[in-house]
């Protein structure tokens, strides 16, 4: 019997997604990609069925770059329910989603983006597919993608942030291992981060070096109870977290991030 199998990647042009595909077809499986470039907008879930007919199992890696909470709660939440609604009509085994260690309790303004995660994680397991959610911490590159939005005139505000970033890569891992695996039970958990716990103004100080970008980093307060909590550690791995991957350090010298 062979053990080849089909697997669709919703958001498999993204960042993760794009890793999870090679990663697949790499180990002999047929990956599905779904994203609106290849003709599947997973928001109104047309043609999902049919796209889904034949899949084993679904990786969830879609995102949005908007910070408000209405719309990354409305993306995420229907991504979700699409996903789970053609999933269980198509037969498909098990839905793996990429969330966000530490989310809990949090969101609004800068931290709108948790707001949808907390919703997609809701909605996935409100389904019938059986789940299993995969929370990471931040990526080692995440910093460089703060400088890309957030630095204007080469300042850069960022809050007092600590972190306990992670290689992409080995997400990536985790989530084909989870797509893999046989459920063993309906809603699956488990937390993953990288080896060191770091401040944020740090790690892009150190990316703006390594790109040879001039950047001032300034510490800006930022107000709320997410922010406070964010401020003590919330965002690092949690007690039940498995440590992967490489350091920041490791990653920095590998991809010698360009502007
Ligand atoms: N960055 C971090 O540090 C970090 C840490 C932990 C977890 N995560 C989570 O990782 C996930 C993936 O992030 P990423 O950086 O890989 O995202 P990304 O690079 O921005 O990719 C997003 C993907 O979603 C697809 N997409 C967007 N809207 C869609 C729609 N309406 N229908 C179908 N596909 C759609 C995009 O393709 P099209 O544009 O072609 O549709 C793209 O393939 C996010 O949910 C994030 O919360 C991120």
């Known amino acids: 019997m062979s053990n080849r199998k089909r697997i669709a990647v919703a958001g498999g042009t993204g960042l993760v997604g794009a890793k999870v595909v090679a990663r697949l077809e790499a180990a002999g499986h047929d990956a599905v ?37 209405a719309e990354t709660t409305a993306f995420f939440r229907a991504v979700a329910t699409n996903l789970q609604r053609a999933g269980a009509a198509a037969g498909v085994r098990r839905i793996v989603t990429l969330s966000i260690v530490g989310i809990d309790g949090l969101g609004g303004g800068a931290f709108g983006h948790y707001d949808g995660k907390r919703a997609q994680e809701a909605a996935t397991e409100a389904g019938e597919v059986p789940t299993a ?21 080469g300042v850069l505000p960022c809050p007092k942030q600590p972190v306990q970033t ?24 488990k ?69």
């Open 191 to 259: 937390d993953v981060a990288g080896p060191d716990k770091r401040m944020l103004a740090d790690l892009a100080r150190a990316i703006a070096k390594a790109r040879g970008q001039r950047l001032l980093v300034v510490r800006v307060w930022l107000p709320g109870a997410t922010a406070k909590k964010v401020r003590k550690g919330v965002l690092q791995a949690s007690p039940r977290a498995e440590i992967i991957g490489g350091t920041f350090e490791e990653w920095l010298a590998r991809e010698r991030p360009a502007r």
């Open 33 to 69: 990609a779904l994203t609106r470039r290849t003709g599947i907008d997973l928001t109104t879930g047309d043609g999902l069925e049919e796209a889904l007919r034949g899949v084993d199992a679904v990786v969830d890696c879609t995102s949005l770059e908007s910070r408000k909470p």
């Open 166 to 189: 992670v290689e992409v890569d080995a997400v990536a891992d985790e989530l084909v291992a989870l797509a893999l695996e046989e459920p063993t039970e309906q809603h699956a958990r």
């Open 133 to 153: 959610i995969l929370r990471a911490t931040q990526f080692h590159g995440f910093a460089g993608q703060l400088i890309d939005w957030m630095a204007v005139g």
